[in-house]
């Protein structure tokens, strides 16, 4: 059985637990009753699941293939299938009406692109990136480079790509070589070689729009010392139209282990004229708008890849025919039961069904957290929003890809020895879902991020508007009743715990900065697991509150509490080793290792 | 830097921790001081630093070609390589000298196979299965095919392989198909299909043995009907030497994520001429003597992927310069310091190291019971041995696995971006090791077999033995210095949340069988942890014993107090999940997955 997008869950989790209606009057919230929501979703679905899915697997298969020219070719059908998603608009969902966009909640936009990612991930960097491009420019262009740029980028007639990475240097941007030198007009000449660049090129549209950090002649070494330049394939004729072909070339193509249809290239850029967004060295600061937003991007991925292979997993479970169940035969008149009898299959879909449902929910929550913050008239709102968004961003990054490859990695297991053979799906999703824990930032990065940044940030702002809030909804739900209650008991104790940790964070990682790094992983996990109590909460509040005669009402209640069952004790542990310290850690000179 | 076997490591645990020496009273152990095995263990380090290692990116790039005359082409040089290690008399170490063996112990074995599947996982599957084959005709057959083929396959001059699975039964084997029809000179004719079967088709040897499971025309159904066939591929003639191609080949190749070199077989009989091992019906019984010996092996292919990926990481923290120490540069006269001064990018390689070393030791530890209950005099040691093996083969099967994988994982992540491409070792070692969680039993099965069937045998014996073991060495160390007391009392904690679990298992997985397949895992896991507490309890008395200005010395304890800060912490969580029970689990019907 192929992907089939889980429209009612979004359904559930944008009426029932976030109620956006409540919205209505913010800008695209008026725009988007549910009703409207509802055929936007089932739209989606239908692409997702009728177009891209089955192309999931020939992009696997056939990867793209680098031509001497320069170009690339995309695996069949997906040039296709990309016109067909811009015909159908649906790049421009969550796009300001300005640039021609429908200008719907990024709330909503986020169940698109969920179902995108998890019909074909490798297929969707390629608008995903595209969006983060489109992002840094509307943040930070003049006018001019927006009005050309942003229309055909927002419609996705041009894609658009980030261009950080160089060969010496990742995480450290600070190192960067990429060299930009003033042109008499205002542009710019640049020259280097950036790697791993997803979309760098493709046989889809019409032009490429490569945002690339370089260093102006003369700037500041380290960080302080980049600019970001839109540096596109064709340059743009008087009329808007690609015209000359620009000097920024695909000199080869990276082999991984997964997502093959999307083109991870390699990039050499020559002399090419490149046009500078915002100030000269303001380029961190820019890149950021576009990581930001990708890091986000990227958390869902890690929902998407386990929320497909769940489904897999799930159909082959109930397909395979193998042993009987312990209490007894449950198809007895085949020649054996099916295997989601038995208790430990049912364990390992049951547990990622609360982890992806969990996590969904954080995210989603989050995302809309992203729409207040831009479009709520209070201050307070905002502040709170953004104070949310920033905190939560490496946060559902890092714990979301983390348990998404796990859940991957259980769909596998749940498939047996099919699941190794690349017969089965499983091997895929495994195999693209485990760059989601690495790119736009590794995984530890994002709990550095996290304990040295955003916790700290205005005084401890954000983390403590958090714990207001759950301290506030789990008083407000004191007197919950049985069904409700283990739930707001599990918040309850998971957040302690949180806490427990942030002021161990507070004590000891000023003192030693090793501290702080030490207990970053742990901790980023129980963030992770606290933000899920609270979803679950918030989730088994909102069902309770629905008809209990309805099955996706009762296994919603069930799936809570396999999360409070099987997924909560997960964090005492993380509680202790975020304590542990670093004295162990950084005991042994590095030739000891 | 490529893999080098960690033979100081192998040294320290044969003599210090297990003190073989002083089982020199038995057979095997006699022709075994350390002196000599020292020698064995550089000799083998090298043939598999120097030979083995450089294949095994060959290996997994070339994989293996079935070609239209049901023959298979291996990776190039592998022929030259198995051909060398026949040579050099590998096979022979640990088989009995009655085939010409030279009768080492197993557990010094033990480390020869873990530095084999260390240096390439495929290929050390041709020998490792011919190995289990071994086993069963020794264990079974009668004399005549004993002299027939045990000598030829313990030199490694003939293969062997185990075929169990068909496409519509892989665990539950009572579904078996292929048939045996008696001819008149006794031998049988075996008709049907069998997959996934490893090396049952290549091009280094001059003859292969399958093992094959088969009903007897008439047999009963389910697992009582099944017998055990040698199936040979050229069928012997009167001098012994491959004569008469049988119908029995190789009709395809498995497409998998990983084991490239190692050829993946669907294999037809059709009236291939077999000869009954054993007697008939007891195929299933004979089975599980290859079956064992195989999953032993595959928890050692866990701990040996994991200590190729961990130096493969090593290697990379220690080359990568990126970023700045939290403390202050460490490289300063660099662009950057090397990534092993992060403290997150130790917790991954330390923690790496803590279950790779302690999980080596509960395996050696058990091999150790091995030839104590194949070779001691004393009947109550033997017995207390071999309820040993039987209790701790499904925990190392499924614990390493599970835990060896993981460490993959974070060998690439450790990587970054860079581990995601195929340049680095770490996709190889992740797809590689991925297998070894699913096949000879998916681990989901041992966990099963562990709570189902070993808790259970002679009343619980095993387990009894077990902790009156633990706690009379917690006892001992009672007094222990502040250096010893928390290995003990982590231990001692440890033991008691596996008892506890043991209790919860006793009292409700009886009542609700439900209940035991909820906990297995779970409980599987804590057991592991479990082991890998008494494992680095020994392991640390053994080094404070030692001298205190060596570096492995050093190393060997700091490592252990990372287990107990950042491994036995999960303990809790396992046990939390252990007794949750069966009801949420089984609450939901099989559509509303």
Redesign the interface.
């Known amino acids: 059985m192929a992907y089939q997008a889980p429209v009612r869950d979004y359904a559930f989790l944008l009426r029932d637990v976030l109620r956006i209606e409540s919205h209505a009057n913010l800008p695209g919230f008026a725009d988007a009753p549910m009703d409207l929501v509802e055929q936007i979703l089932d739209g989606a679905a239908q692409f997702t699941g009728e177009v891209l899915a089955p192309l999931n697997k020939v992009g696997d298969e056939h990867g793209c293939k680098w031509n001497p020219d320069n170009t690339v070719t995309t695996p069949p059908g997906f040039k296709a299938a990309y016109d067909q998603m811009v015909e159908n608009g649906w790049p421009l969902l969550g796009v300001d009406p300005q640039w021609g966009g429908q200008g719907m909640p990024y709330v909503v936009n986020l169940a698109v692109s969920e179902m995108l990612s998890s019909s074909n991930m490798a297929f969707a960097m390629y608008p995903g990136l595209t969006h983060g491009a489109y992002k840094a420019i509307e943040a930070a262009a003049s006018d001019e480079l927006k009005a050309l740029y942003l229309p055909k980028m927002a419609s996705g007639e041009w894609s658009g790509t980030m261009n950080l990475?160089e060969p010496?240097?990742?995480?450290?941007l600070g190192?960067l070589r990429t060299k930009a030198v003033p042109n008499d007009d205002g542009s710019y000449r640049i020259s280097g070689q950036k790697i791993?660049i997803s979309g760098g090129e493709q046989d889809f549209t019409s032009n490429i729009v490569h945002l690339v950090l370089a260093r102006i002649e003369g700037a500041p070494a380290g960080v302080k010392g980049i600019s970001l330049f839109i540096v596109p394939k064709h340059i743009p004729n008087a009329a808007g139209e690609p015209g000359e072909r620009n000097n920024a070339k695909c000199a080869g193509l990276?082999?991984?282990?997964?997502i093959h249809g999307n083109a991870t290239c390699v990039m050499a850029y020559d002399d090419a004229k490149g046009w500078l967004v915002g100030e000269a060295n303001s380029g961190l600061k820019l890149m950021f708008v576009m990581m930001n937003e990708a890091r986000l991007g990227v958390g869902l991925q890690g929902i998407a890849q386990a929320e497909a292979a769940y489904q897999a997993a799930?159909a082959f479970?109930?397909d395979r025919?193998?042993?009987r169940s312990?209490?007894g035969p449950k198809n007895p008149e085949g020649?054996?039961d099916?295997i989601?009898?038995?208790?430990?299959?049912?364990?390992?879909?049951?547990e990622s069904?609360a982890i992806i449902e969990g996590g969904r929910a954080f995210l989603f929550w989050t995302g809309l957290n992203a729409d207040l913050q831009a479009n709520h008239p209070d201050e307070a709102v905002r502040t709170k929003a953004g104070d949310y968004m920033a905190l939560m961003t490496p946060v559902l990054k890092g714990y979301l890809t983390d348990r998404g490859?796990d859940i991957c990695?259980m769909a596998?297991?749940t498939h047996?020895?099919s699941?190794?053979?690349?017969?089965f799906p499983a091997?895929q999703y495994?195999?693209d879902s485990?760059?989601a824990?690495?790119?736009e930032g590794?995984?530890?990065v994002q709990?550095?991020d996290l304990v040295?940044r955003k916790l700290a940030a205005n005084g401890g702002r954000a983390i403590m508007s958090f714990f207001a809030e759950v301290d506030g909804f789990v008083g407000e739900n004191a007197g919950a009743d049985e069904m409700l209650k283990p739930f707001i008991d599990g918040l309850a104790d998971a957040k302690a715990k949180l806490q427990d940790a942030t002021m161990w964070l507070m004590q000891n990682g000023i003192a030693?900065?090793?501290?702080?790094?030490?207990a970053?992983?742990p901790y980023l996990h129980l963030f992770g697991v606290t933000g899920l109590a609270y979803m679950w909460a918030l989730m088994a509040k909102a069902a309770l509150a629905g008809d209990q005669n309805d099955?996706f009402i009762?296994?919603k209640l069930?799936t809570g509490?396999?999360f409070l069952?099987?997924v909560l004790?997960?964090a005492?542990?993380h509680l202790?080793?975020a304590k542990?310290?670093?004295a162990?850690?950084?005991?042994?000179p590095?030739e000891?290792?």
């Open positions: 990475t010496h240097c990742g995480t450290d190192m791993w990276e082999e991984k282990m997964g799930v479970a109930k025919l193998q042993g312990l209490t020649p054996a099916p989601i009898v038995h208790p430990d299959v049912r364990r390992m879909l049951l069904k490859f990695s596998m297991q047996g020895g699941g190794f053979t690349e017969h091997s495994l195999r485990r760059i824990m690495i790119y590794a995984n530890g709990a550095l040295g030693n900065p090793d501290n702080a790094g030490a970053s992983t099955a009762q296994t069930v509490r396999c069952e099987r004790p997960d005492a542990a202790a080793k542990a310290g670093s162990t850690l950084m005991a042994l590095a000891a290792f």
